[in-house]
Each structure stands twice: as structure tokens, then as C-alpha cells.
């Protein structure tokens, strides 16, 4: 295990990574070195890393980047590694590759690592901090990180108190950072759906809206979606309740002039819309994490509606 990091060589060990990603592939068509941004990951030593890797992979056919993955333990020791993400496009004969560099590191070392990271962040790229962990939400030392990147992405579903997350990405903001929350991002196709429902007429005249949670507590994506619906619907009544099942956000009830909307999912694959005795059903599934972040990644400017949702 190295006592210290030096950017020089993780920089050496990149270059002869795509020295030898080039031998490998001077048969089959060569290689393409491709990076649109740099992606900061930062992660629980305990972490299942194989999956972590498999959601980099994935990411990267639609947002090559290079991908700089910090795994945290309690004990110091620092450590770093690099490696490639490589995949052949339908039809083509060369290989697409990304790179990515492991570190390992312990908490009490991230102010070191801000400063190790510097150098190895592409230039004139954007970059952004992905918090795969909950630690930003209980302040850990992540602060020397942040003026390295443009985003910061998080998900207050990973933290034990989402009321306290999201009080956390409020200060963020305040501080003048960029912050996404997958929590919120997992409702874009609900409020689709409920944005048709008032173009089409359906939800006219709305009185009251209740919101129904599973679990002990609210998750965040249905203090969210309340909030969301306050701002939608200024003139109706509000109200976060909890509701039966796992925890998440489990039924919406709105009181109209036209019928009463129910609003469920029966599975992981449906939502199901209850007006009038008439039953609609949409084909929504439950977003997994990488398509979550790579809508993210997609939009690195500023969500005015979440913004808005989180004052």
C-alpha cells in the first residue's frame, strides 16, 4: 500500500493503459479514446464494486467520460489503480474505450485527495461529483471536493433521515452549488403523466390532493412530489400521509370537479389512473440507477423546477 499519491503517475499508468488497449487492438480495427467529461464517483469501501464498474460501463456508452472512482474507509491508506471501459458499436470494427482511475482512501484523507484529484480532472470538460454514498448528508469532509466539479449529484433515498438530506441539499444550494437528487429525478414520468391529466381535462377543479407514503417515514421522492403539487396546484390542499407497503410513494388521491383520480402502482412496470370507473394503465417501470444518472448527466445546467420545489 503507498503512503502517497502522485497525479504524475496515475497519469504515466493511464498512458500505458491506452499503449496497451492499442497493441490489443491493432488487429481487430484499433481503438477510440473517447471522454466527454470527467466523472468523480465517490463510494463506501463496502460498496459492491462489480456493480458500481457494471453502472460505469453502462454510462459510459452514452456519456464516455473519464471516470474517477474514490472508494472511503475509515482506516487511512491511500491507493490508486486505472482502468478502461471498452465496448464495440453494432456493425463496427473498432473498439470505443473510456478510462478510469480507482482510489482508495480513508475519510480523514479526502482534503489530500482534493488536491491529488486537481491534475487528474480533464481540462475544459465539464465535471461532476456523483455521491453514491450517504456520508454527504451526515458532514463528512466532502467540502474540499466540491470546488473541483460544476454538479453534484446525490440520492437522499440512500440517507437514514430524508427530511435531514434534504435539508442538506438546500444548504448546498445556498452555498451557490449545482445539486441533483435521483429522488427527484425518479418522478420525471409521474409528473408527465399527471401534467397529461391536466391537459386532457381529467384533473379539473382539483380541491385537495393526498399523497400517500409506505414506510415509517416519507421518502424523499414523496416529500418531493408534495411539494411538486403544491406549487402545480396552489389552489388545492395538500396533505403527505402514510399509507400501507414498502416505503415510498405509494398512492395519490386528487378530489376534482370530474371525478375522483386514484392514482397507484400495482407493479413495478404500471401505474394505474382510476377515474370515474374507468381504469387507464401507462407502462412506467421503476428507473434503474444508471438510466436515473444518465438523465443527469444529460442536462448539466440547473433544474429551474427542482429549484424551485426545494425553496
Not at 119 to 135: G, K, T
Request: proline share 6%; aromatic share 6%.
Amino acid at each position: 500500500m503507498q503512503a502517497t499519491l502522485e497525479p504524475q503517475k496515475i497519469l504515466k499508468d493511464l498512458r500505458n493503459l491506452w499503449s496497451d488497449l492499442g497493441r490489443d487492438a491493432e488487429v481487430s480495427g484499433g481503438v477510440l479514446r473517447a471522454c466527454g467529461m470527467t466523472l468523480v464517483v465517490a463510494a463506501d469501501f463496502a460498496a459492491d464494486s462489480e456493480e458500481l464498474r457494471h453502472t460505469l460501463g453502462v454510462l459510459m456508452h452514452d456519456h464516455p467520460a473519464r471516470a474517477i472512482v474514490l472508494r472511503m474507509r475509515e482506516t487511512p491508506g491511500l491507493d490508486a489503480r486505472v482502468f478502461s471501459e471498452c465496448w464495440m458499436p453494432f456493425g463496427k470494427h473498432q473498439q470505443i474505450c473510456a478510462e478510469g482511475i480507482e482510489i482508495t482512501a480513508g475519510v480523514s484523507e479526502v482534503p489530500h485527495v482534493a488536491q491529488l484529484l486537481l491534475p487528474l480532472i480533464v481540462s475544459d470538460l465539464p465535471a461532476v461529483l456523483w455521491c453514491r454514498c450517504p456520508r454527504i448528508f451526515s458532514g463528512e469532509p466532502f467540502a474540499p471536493l466540491l470546488p473541483l466539479v460544476q454538479k453534484v449529484i446525490v440520492d437522499s433515498a440512500s440517507a437514514v433521515d430524508p427530511q435531514a438530506a434534504i435539508a442538506a441539499i438546500r444548504e448546498l444550494r445556498k452555498q451557490g452549488r449545482l445539486v441533483a437528487d435521483l429522488s427527484w429525478t425518479k418522478l420525471t414520468g409521474l409528473r408527465e403523466l399527471m401534467a397529461s391529466l391536466f391537459d386532457e381535462g381529467t384533473a379539473v377543479g382539483i380541491k385537495s390532493a393526498e399523497i400517500f407514503y409506505g414506510g415509517d417515514v416519507p421518502s424523499p421522492s414523496s416529500i418531493y412530489f408534495a411539494a411538486w403539487m403544491e406549487r402545480t396546484l396552489p389552489q388545492a390542499h395538500v396533505e403527505l400521509k402514510r399509507g400501507e407497503g414498502p416505503r415510498g410513494l405509494r398512492t395519490i388521491i386528487l378530489s376534482g370537479d370530474i371525478c375522483e383520480i386514484t392514482i397507484t402502482r400495482p407493479d413495478r412496470t404500471t401505474l394505474e389512473v382510476h377515474c370515474g370507473g374507468r381504469i387507464r394503465r401507462s407502462n412506467m417501470a421503476l428507473l434503474s440507477e444508471e438510466v436515473l444518472m444518465s438523465e443527469e448527466l444529460s442536462i448539466l445546467g440547473p433544474d429551474p423546477i427542482f429549484e424551485k420545489v426545494l425553496a
